[in-house]
């Protein structure tokens, strides 16, 4: 693990956590981090690569909270905001470029992306005061992907994970993203050898999509967020989420909170809620997008946001900050 060059300056100024996007993240030059925070590497122990991370450091002895951000699909390593939050809360912050935008096999969710973001929270954890109790996750998008992908491949880590308008099947996806004639499509198949429709593709795609794999996350306090017209407005649609939540339902014993078949359906194909589904509704202040509609099943909550694909930082840092992991 080799400092790198601390950052002079912001490149990009962000006035809120709030980031919009109409699709999955469109390509992003590398952000410039602010003040405090070191650009380092981290060496890999499965594959020995060295990868960029934004590290922040705990500026105290006594340990403090760990943020683990994840980048979104076609972006790289950074995130200014929550940096800059985190240095206000005194917490310490990683952001691990886990082999950049989705478009080779080393990215997308492999074992070796999955090891990058474990060897980042460990140097942290190494070379800082961690609460162990309080390793939180977040991401939005394709950061979202990696988070649930993340929660199932460590739960012992995690004392919450905010996923923003995650991708859960990429079989769908695909299928989804060349309908529309978006780029993705073709990512995907960069990173899994091909189009699905083989027995060696379509093992590929599976492994790299969280929902057939959540419930190994029994137990983790997961918060799924999504914009109720993603997929319409936006590149991934909403039931991508849902089926997460009915997924994650299930693994801790509430399968009864699951949303029935038919209602998913009707919220993926027509942007709007179910009469039967219109009064679980909550009003959360200090949010860019009111809530729609809240459901927890066990340490699980979906929120469905007046929105599109975009994530809104902010109300997810709150949430994480009221969890804890009781330690064993």
């Known amino acids: 693990m080799k400092p790198g060059p601390r950052a002079l300056g912001l490149a990009v100024c962000l006035a809120a956590f709030a980031a919009t996007a109409t699709a999955a993240d469109p390509p992003k030059k590398a ?24 590290f922040l450091p705990n500026p105290s002895p006594e340990p403090a909270p760990l943020l683990v951000h994840l980048h979104s699909w076609s972006s790289r390593l950074g995130e200014v905001a929550l940096a800059r939050d985190c ?8 952001s691990p470029n886990f082999r950049g935008p989705n478009n080779r096999p080393e990215a997308c969710g492999s ?18 005061a961690v609460d162990p109790r309080r390793i939180y996750l977040i991401g939005g998008s394709g950061g979202g992907h990696m988070a649930l992908m993340m929660a199932q491949a460590a739960p012992g880590i995690w004392a919450g994970v905010s996923a923003w308008v995650p991708i859960t099947d990429l079989s769908a996806w695909h299928a989804f993203s060349k309908q ?4 993705y499509h073709t990512m995907m198949e960069q990173a899994c050898g091909g189009p699905p429709g083989t027995p060696a593709t379509d093992a590929e795609y599976r492994a790299r999509s ?7 996350a029994k137990g983790v306090p997961i918060d799924l967020q999504v914009g109720i017209r993603d997929g319409h407005e936006g590149s991934v649609p909403v039931s991508h989420a849902l089926r997460a939540f009915n997924a994650l339902a299930a693994a801790n014993g509430h399968s009864a909170r699951a949303l029935p078949a038919a209602d998913i359906e009707f919220i993926t194909a027509q942007a709007r809620l179910p009469e039967a589904l219109a009064a679980e509704k909550v009003d ?19 929120t469905i946001f007046d929105g599109a694909h975009e994530s809104d930082f902010a109300p997810a840092v709150r949430w994480l900050a009221e969890q804890s992991r009781p330690l064993p």
């Open 31 to 54: 952000t410039e981090p602010p003040p405090g925070v070191q650009v380092i590497t981290v060496r890999n122990t499965l594959d020995g690569a060295e990868e960029p991370v934004w």
């Open 87 to 94: 240095a206000k809360r005194g917490w310490a912050f990683v």
């Open 111 to 128: 074992r070796v992306a999955i090891q990058d973001v474990l060897d980042a929270v460990a140097h942290a954890r190494r070379a800082t």
């Open 180 to 183: 529309k004639g978006s780029r």
């Open 210 to 216: 969280p929902l057939f794999f959540l419930e190994r």
């Open 284 to 302: 959360e202040p200090h949010r860019r997008r009111p809530v729609l509609f809240r459901r927890t099943a066990g340490p699980v909550r979906l």
